[in-house]
């Protein structure tokens, strides 16, 4: 499944913006997450969700301001930025994995096969 993130942008502290990443086949045997990389920085995790069911999960620099969400009608994955901070700046991937990625690997970007192209996000006054 190939996959297409969209939705970001230049905002201030404190805004809000909704990420979304099309796929171009059913997802519903995939688990999804979203990752982001800042300039200098290693990929990090950000959220995931799990296949089949609404589980999910958060790196504890976003828990509380950011949802993941997946629309299974349409084949898309969402994540939800509320209260954005300057240190959420960074390109956001989206990525699935089919089958997968089992609890352990979660977080870890080698957990999934199928990367977005990725979207930039920036937060600054």
């Known amino acids: 499944v190939q996959l297409q993130a969209s939705g970001g942008g230049l905002v201030q502290p404190g805004d809000s913006l909704r990420l979304s990443c099309a796929a171009s086949g059913y997802t519903g045997n995939y688990g999804m997450a979203w990752f982001r990389q800042a300039p200098g920085k290693e990929r990090e995790f950000v959220a995931a969700?799990?296949?089949?069911?609404?589980?999910?999960y958060y790196a504890d620099a976003v828990k509380g301001r950011f949802t993941i969400s997946r629309d299974s009608a349409k084949q898309t994955l969402y994540l939800q930025m509320n209260s954005l901070k300057v240190e959420d700046t960074a390109v956001y991937y989206c990525?699935?994995?089919?089958?997968?990625?089992?609890?352990?690997?979660?977080?870890?970007?080698?957990?999934?096969?199928?990367w977005g192209q990725g979207t930039q996000v920036t937060v600054s006054s």
């Open positions: 969700v799990r296949r089949w069911s609404s589980n999910t």
């Open positions: 990525a699935a994995s089919s089958g997968g990625p089992i609890m352990s690997m979660m977080s870890r970007s080698s957990g999934y096969s199928n």
